[in-house]
């Protein structure tokens, strides 16, 4: 493996890493790696991702040859995530081939461009000599003769759906008519790649999500929110402007309700935070090019209160179960919806009131692989029906709809997400789980 040694990555990193959720952490700018850093890290993940990853899957699905084409500014989903941390894009286009020799020998990894991609990929194609990009594949296919050549298109995910009509249709031109036929429609390779986390990534994450745990109690804080003034949207808004601020990417603009008493639904926008509100937020960050997915609960206190109301808190301790039941009913080899259903016969067996929509994540914070239910679907749906694999992350997301006898015996809908990792047999979050409210006392 070519690059950063794992123990520069580790030292890098180690600060983050060996901290304990519960010990004190170092100031948030403190725990925000350079973007220098990360690239040398990225880098470092990317060849081992390529060297471990897409052998195994190629094989695994009897492929010889993967092909991904994309334009500048239109790159395949898998490609964006193959690209080495300077060169960001496909340069006006760029092609990568993956050839499985056989024979124990490596994977070839070779792209019809100009560029090397930081050394990962061999340059193959010299314009001088062959003008036409297209005609230079069709050499580098036919010298090597691959049975089964797979190109991401997919009616079932958009994670490989990547190669566009025009490219498609550019590739099958430039093909002898004999090896036209062994091009197939293929998706499992992309989701594979994309879904799989290699050990480095599972020992980053955590300190990833900490970080994204340590912003959200900030903004659930006195320092942030003042009740009478500060509204939803102040607060999502500081969220959105705190990750600028660090230099950090979010891949969804921050979410802010409040829960009131007597109020039918969840109230946002311009809303004024008061005394005695349940609030919530949706919130995710990207550092290392892995996403975080989380939702918490924050308790604004009358005067006089040192704790919400113990109906509050029941219904958080019923979003607790409910998470139980999920992580409980993980299984290898399991469909999405397979899994749906047990943790769907867990909780309502438990007498809880759950609506179960948890998915995978890292590269994309809505991620490739198995859906475990929609907010607005709890029935098996076609997206449900990928099988779960080991060393994939998860943004473990429901809801447990409890009463809450303080608030007049109003029906609350108390939302959690936290982010965990299935390492095959058992699931573990990756820096634990909200189970008690963040308090602002104004």
Same mark, same amino acid.
């Given at each position: 493996?070519?690059?950063?040694?794992?123990?520069?990555? +580790?030292?890098?990193?180690?600060?983050?890493?060996?901290?304990?959720?519960?010990?004190?952490?170092?100031?948030?700018?403190?725990?925000?790696?350079?973007?220098?850093?990360?690239?040398?890290? #990225?880098?470092?993940?990317?060849?081992? #991702?390529?060297?471990?990853?897409?052998?195994?899957?190629?094989?695994?699905?009897?492929?010889?040859?993967?092909?991904?084409?994309?334009?500048?500014?239109?790159?395949?989903?898998?490609?964006?995530?193959?690209?080495?941390?300077?060169?960001?894009?496909?340069?006006?286009?760029?092609?990568?081939?993956?050839?499985?020799?056989?024979?124990?020998?490596?994977?070839? #990894?070779?792209?019809?461009?100009?560029?090397?991609?930081?050394?990962?990929?061999?340059?193959?194609?010299?314009?001088?000599?062959?003008?036409?990009?297209?005609?230079? +594949?069709?050499?580098?296919?036919?010298?090597?003769?691959?049975? #089964?050549?797979?190109?991401?298109?997919?009616?079932?995910?958009?994670?490989?759906?990547?190669?566009?009509?025009?490219?498609?249709?550019?590739?099958?031109?430039?093909?002898?008519?004999?090896?036209?036929?062994?091009?197939?429609?293929?998706?499992?390779?992309?989701?594979?790649?994309?879904?799989?986390?290699?050990?480095?990534?599972?020992?980053?994450?955590?300190?990833?999500?900490?970080?994204?745990?340590?912003? &959200?109690?900030?903004?659930?804080?006195?320092?942030?929110?003042?009740?009478?003034?500060?509204?939803?949207?102040?607060?999502?808004?500081? %969220?959105?402007?705190?990750?600028?601020?660090?230099?950090?990417?979010?891949?969804?603009?921050?979410?802010?309700?409040?829960?009131?008493?007597?109020?039918?639904?969840?109230?946002?926008?311009?809303?004024? &935070?008061?005394?005695?509100?349940?609030?919530?937020?949706?919130?995710?960050?990207?550092?290392?090019?892995?996403?975080?997915?989380?939702?918490?609960?924050? %308790?604004?206190?009358?005067?006089?209160?040192?704790?919400?109301?113990?109906?509050?808190?029941?219904? +958080?301790?019923?979003?607790?179960?409910?998470?139980?039941?999920?992580?409980?009913?993980?299984? =290898?080899?399991?469909?999405?919806?397979?899994?749906?259903?047990?943790?769907?016969?867990?909780?309502?067996?438990?007498?809880?009131?759950? =609506?179960?929509?948890?998915?995978?994540?890292?590269?994309?914070?809505?991620?490739?692989?198995?859906?475990?239910?929609?907010?607005?679907?709890?029935?098996?749906?076609?997206?449900?029906?990928?099988?779960?694999?080991?060393?994939?992350?998860?943004?473990?997301?429901?809801?447990?709809?409890? &009463?809450?006898?303080?608030?007049?015996?109003?029906?609350?809908?108390?939302?959690?997400?936290?982010?965990?990792?299935?390492?095959?047999?058992?699931?573990?979050?990756?820096?634990?789980?909200?189970?008690?409210?963040?308090?602002?006392?104004?």
């Amino acid at each position: 493996m070519g690059g950063v040694k794992p123990a520069i990555v +580790l030292g890098l990193i180690a600060a983050l890493l060996l901290a304990t959720p519960t010990a004190a952490q170092p100031p948030i700018e403190a725990q925000v790696l350079s973007l220098r850093e990360q690239a040398r890290i #990225r880098d470092d993940w990317l060849a081992r #991702r390529l060297d471990t990853i897409v052998p195994a899957l190629m094989r695994e699905q009897g492929v010889d040859m993967w092909l991904l084409i994309a334009r500048e500014y239109l790159e395949d989903p898998v490609m964006s995530t193959m690209l080495n941390a300077t060169s960001l894009r496909a340069r006006r286009r760029t092609i990568l081939v993956f050839h499985d020799p056989a024979g124990g020998r490596p994977v070839e #990894r070779l792209t019809v461009s100009r560029y090397g991609l930081g050394g990962l990929f061999a340059p193959s194609w010299d314009p001088s000599a062959q003008p036409d990009q297209f005609a230079r +594949l069709a050499e580098l296919i036919a010298e090597r003769d691959p049975t #089964r050549i797979a190109v991401n298109v997919s009616p079932g995910t958009a994670f490989g759906d990547g190669l566009t009509h025009s490219q498609y249709e550019a590739l099958m031109a430039a093909l002898p008519e004999a090896t036209r036929a062994r091009v197939v429609s293929h998706d499992a390779l992309a989701i594979g790649w994309l879904e799989t986390r290699i050990p480095e990534e599972i020992e980053a994450y955590p300190a990833i999500v900490r970080l994204a745990h340590a912003i &959200i109690a900030e903004g659930f804080s006195d320092r942030v929110v003042t009740p009478g003034q500060t509204t939803a949207n102040d607060l999502a808004w500081w %969220y959105r402007e705190r990750i600028n601020a660090l230099g950090l990417d979010t891949w969804f603009h921050p979410n802010v309700a409040i829960f009131r008493r007597g109020a039918a639904a969840p109230l946002d926008g311009d809303t004024v &935070i008061e005394r005695g509100d349940m609030l919530w937020c949706d919130f995710g960050i990207v550092m290392l090019g892995l996403n975080t997915d989380t939702q918490q609960l924050a %308790y604004v206190l009358r005067e006089g209160e040192s704790e919400a109301p113990a109906g509050l808190r029941a219904g +958080l301790a019923a979003a607790n179960r409910v998470q139980d039941a999920v992580t409980a009913s993980f299984r =290898t080899g399991l469909s999405g919806n397979e899994i749906l259903a047990a943790a769907r016969a867990r909780a309502l067996a438990a007498g809880l009131r759950p =609506t179960i929509h948890s998915h995978p994540i890292g590269f994309h914070g809505h991620g490739a692989g198995a859906s475990i239910g929609f907010w607005d679907n709890q029935e098996p749906d076609p997206r449900g029906e990928h099988r779960l694999r080991a060393n994939t992350a998860w943004s473990i997301e429901l809801s447990a709809r409890h &009463i809450v006898p303080e608030w007049g015996g109003q029906e609350v809908d108390f939302r959690l997400e936290e982010d965990a990792f299935f390492d095959g047999t058992s699931v573990r979050y990756l820096d634990g789980r909200q189970t008690g409210f963040h308090l602002i006392s104004g």
